[in-house]
């Protein structure tokens, strides 16, 4: 990899939320992570979508200093730079105001596993942070942000739930890179739509039961996964 390179990965992830609906006007923003290096791409703080540039795009380190580009970074930065310190598998993130993904967050509600749609991409609910304290509001806000997605997952797996609804505020999602970060920012947002629809037409639905969960989950994400094409030389796989 190159600075070059995750610059163009951050500027294409930022403006597939543009062609994926997931933002409007300046909401929302994608950043990745050079991790060898320490350093960070983000998109720069109140700039269009429709106006960014490779040359827009803000480096810093994994502290926030500065390091290339003349525009300040995006307001979420501390609270990437957060998720990227604790998260090891992290190397993009996305943060979108997506309609449905927002409103299960300001109903401060988790969206529950209900089908198997879920369960392909998700091993449990979408996980909730607790709302921030008049003091963290007050205080270093988004980083506190980052900080209370952190705490949320002290006991969850950032791999087998690779997002989070903020409390009264929104979704963020992560993956290996900028692009599978906008992946799993798309799946959570149909996610949060199915359930959405799900409890419109039977209030009573139930989680699935674990065991489906899991046989769902693994068979894409698990160490025998089954999901997908085989490399040459290995068995075939349905």
């Known amino acids: 990899m190159s600075l070059d390179e995750l610059r163009r990965e951050v500027l294409e992830a930022n403006l597939e939320l543009v062609r994926r609906g ?8 994608a950043s ?31 502290e926030g200093r500065p390091v290339e580009g003349g525009l ?98 929104g979704p963020f999602a992560w993956g290996a890179s900028p692009q599978e970060a906008v992946f799993h920012a798309v799946i959570l947002e149909e996610l949060a739509r199915l359930a959405w629809l799900t409890l419109a037409l039977e209030p009573r639905a139930a989680a699935l039961p674990q065991v489906l969960i899991d046989r769902h989950f693994l068979r894409k994400h698990g160490p025998k996964a089954t999901y997908g094409q085989s490399s040459p030389g290995e068995p075939h796989q349905k």
Not at 50 to 59: N, S
């Open 22 to 29: 997931l933002v409007l006007y300046t909401f929302g923003n």
């Open 32 to 62: 990745g992570l050079w991790r060898e290096k320490g350093l960070v791409v983000i998109k720069p703080s109140g700039v269009p979508f429709e106006e960014l540039t490779l040359e827009a795009m803000v480096v810093t380190d994994l």
């Open 72 to 169: 300040k970074p995006s307001t979420d930065l501390a609270t990437h730079l957060e998720i990227y310190r604790a998260f090891d598998g992290a190397g993009g993130i996305v943060h979108t105001h997506s309609t449905y993904a927002t409103a299960w967050a300001q109903a401060r509600r988790e969206i529950p596993c209900l089908g198997t749609t879920h369960a392909d991409y998700g091993r449990g609910p979408v996980p909730l942070t607790e709302p921030l304290t008049p003091e963290e509001i007050e205080g270093d806000y988004e980083r506190n942000t980052g900080r209370a997605i952190v705490q949320r997952f002290q006991s969850l797996s950032p791999r087998e739930a690779p997002w989070v609804l903020v409390a009264g505020h």
